[in-house]
Antibody, heavy 118, light 107 residues
Framework: EMQVVDSGGGLVQAGGSLRLSCAAS????????MSWVRQAPGKGLEWVST????????FYADSVKGRFTISRDNSKNTVDLHINSLRVDDTAVYYC???????????WGQGTLVTVSS | EIVLTQSPATLSLSPGERATLSCRAS??????LAWYQQKPGQTPRLLIY???IRATGIPARFSGSGSGTDFTLTISSLEPEDFAVYYC?????????FGGGTKVEIK
């Protein structure tokens, strides 16, 4: 059974840093791009970042470029999102998601809440 | 950035009725459009990808159509569990973008 489990959220002050982690199982991890998608309270979905299957390609939303870094460890089946210079508007539930090609997100973690206080 | 506009924002229907949801792109996304369902407090679920292909396990009452800039998600006969928020998403170009969502609520 395919499973994606994300973790690492918490309450952080503006300007702080956080590392979100995602552990995957049940599929050939290195064959799939992985992404982070976030959802602010009461709002819609926003794509944040994607890393290719071999880790050689990384893509970012303009709103997080330069502050967020995505990485993966295919030996451990994990994906991390390093978040720096946190802002209040980064407050959201962050979902780790497996991608079908680079087309869509077919398996999602349960989400981890990041709350940024001023 | 490709902007996806979903309409209507809210759709009030009764169980058994047909739901038609629209997603319009600011420029062509070819057929690279997906649809998701999200219920309150739950993770989004992939329904349709590449505009018209149902994801694994998705009932046949869900169908997608369209190409270019205009897309439709149709639920042929609403079941009680279908009342939720639906999002479209494009992957024709970076950044990947989502529409603002359509809430299908019980009338």
């Amino acid at each position: 059974e395919m499973q994606v489990v994300d973790s690492g959220g918490g309450l952080v002050q503006a300007g702080g840093s956080l590392r979100l982690s995602c552990a995957a199982s049940g599929f050939l991890f290195s064959s799939y791009a992985m992404s982070w998608v976030r959802q602010a309270p009461g709002k819609g979905l926003e794509w944040v970042s994607t890393v290719s299957g071999n880790g050689g390609g990384a893509f970012y939303a303009d709103s997080v470029k330069g502050r967020f870094t995505i990485s993966r460890d295919n030996s451990k089946n994990t994906v991390d999102l390093h978040i720096n210079s946190l802002r209040v508007d980064d407050t959201a539930v962050y979902y780790c998601a497996k991608m079908v090609g680079f087309r869509c997100f077919d398996d999602w973690g349960q989400g981890t809440l990041v709350t940024v206080s001023s | 950035e490709i902007v996806l506009t979903q309409s209507p924002a809210t759709l009030s229907l009764s169980p058994g009725e047909r739901a038609t949801l629209s997603c319009r792109a600011s420029q062509s996304v070819s057929s690279y459009l997906a649809w998701y369902q999200q219920k309150p407090g739950q993770t989004p679920r992939l329904l349709i990808y590449d505009a018209s292909i149902r994801a694994t396990g998705i009932p046949a009452r869900f169908s997608g159509s369209g190409s270019g800039t205009d897309f439709t998600l149709t639920i042929s006969s609403l079941e009680p569990e279908d009342f939720a928020v639906y999002y479209c998403q494009q992957r024709n170009d970076w950044p990947l973008t989502f529409g603002g969502g359509t809430k299908v609520e019980i009338k």
